[in-house]
């Protein structure tokens, strides 16, 4: 099994696997500037929650590399810009503003450079005890309700090593249930129009030799109708203060059919996807992305000419229609603002 490495640092350069040609090419882009990490961001050559953070952390030390005589004010403004690349994701503000905070107590700004490398290189190192800990969290929760059988399991987008660096969050614990045994098979949604699920997370499961199958989005209702799911794991950008949690477009509507049907719906996610400064997820600023994202595949226009698409690239799931919460901490259930906290605030 090759292994993937969707981000590189030697020998001082960046390097970011381009998500856009994969399954079929593994190209490397050079990332030499913050504006290099910007465009990568924006342009979803690197995806994922975690892993747009962490490309924010190299972008913030890159602008620092060129700019060693940046006032903390500069630094700031090169902060703003960099968090706008995409909005929906949380975890690019949250480490950010972690860097920018670093910025705040330096007094030598030409010092910081080599500290948020440190800093880049320290996160990344720590995430994979950290999805780890989710996995068995998850693990744990689906022996009380199932037993050791095997699982059917469902997932959507991609939020695995490639989304996140290492291991992952959703597609973590299934990788960590398959090592255990206790995976049967896997519905890995093919999430239009960007096709996570078809490109990415079908090709993590292959290179771990996972059972799996690709389905449609509107395949959800049949699938759990005719019990051949038992549990459901999506990842998150954003989880506000009541549990409402912003994930790719068609995250909700397969929330809402697993508690039709009575199945598990697990939300597994970094702390550094928590936003609790939001109450509810009608908080949430939901990204649209190029209507061409949907009426084209590739270059090759697949709707008419003169069709228009609408796409928002995330939905947020009602946490009522959660089962759990999983994150390094622990698990939260019932999802309200209290446990949440308890939960996430642990030291
Ligand atoms: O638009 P993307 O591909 O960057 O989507 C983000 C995601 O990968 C997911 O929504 C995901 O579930 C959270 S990241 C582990």
């Known amino acids: 099994m090759t292994a993937i490495f969707p981000l590189k640092h030697e020998n001082d350069i960046l390097k970011l696997l381009d998500q856009r040609l994969l399954p079929n090419e593994e190209v490397y882009v050079t990332a030499k500037t913050i504006e290099d990490c910007f465009v990568a961001i924006k342009d979803m050559v690197v995806r994922g929650a975690p892993l747009i953070g962490f490309t924010g952390i190299w972008g ?7 700019n060693p005589k940046a006032t903390y004010e500069q630094f700031a403004r090169a ?5 706008s690349a995409r909005p929906t994701a949380v975890n690019l503000a949250f480490e950010i503003d972690r860097c920018v905070v670093m910025a705040k107590a330096e007094t030598h700004m030409n010092a910081l450079y080599p500290k ?35 699982l059917n399991v469902m997932t959507i987008c991609n939020t695995g090593v490639l989304a996140c660096g290492v291991l992952g969050t959703a597609l973590g614990v299934i990788v960590h249930l398959n090592n255990q045994k206790k995976v049967k098979s896997v519905f890995a949604s093919e999430t239009r129009p960007y096709l996570q699920g078809s490109r990415l997370t079908s090709f993590e499961l292959l290179k771990e030799g996972i059972d799996h199958h690709i389905v449609v989005e509107g ?24 549990g409402d949690t912003a994930n790719k477009i068609g995250t909700s509507s397969l929330s809402i059919i697993a508690k039709h049907y009575g199945i598990p719906f697990y939300i597994v ?7 609790l400064t939001l109450k509810t997820g009608d908080e949430i600023e939901i990204e649209l992305r190029d209507q061409d994202e949907i009426l084209k ?32 901490n622990g698990i939260i259930y019932p999802t309200t603002p209290e446990n949440i906290r308890a939960v996430v605030e642990k030291k």
């Open 269 to 275: 996610a970094p702390i550094s996807s928590f936003d």
């Open 297 to 328: 595949y590739k270059e090759h226009s697949i709707a008419h000419v003169d069709a228009k698409a609408l796409n928002p690239s995330f939905d947020v799931t009602d946490h009522s229609c959660i089962t759990g919460i999983i994150c390094e």
């Open 219 to 242: 395949a959800a209702s049949y699938l759990m109708k005719n019990k051949m799911v038992d549990a459901i794991f999506a990842g998150a950008d954003r989880i506000v203060e009541n």
């Open 116 to 150: 948020l490398v440190a800093h880049a290189k320290n996160e990344m190192n720590n995430l994979y005890e950290k999805n780890l800990a989710m996995a068995k969290f998850a693990e744990m929760d689906l022996a009380k309700k199932f037993g050791d059988r095997p």
């Open 79 to 83: 902060a703003e810009y960099l968090k």
């Open 60 to 66: 913030m030390a890159l602008f620092i590399k060129h």
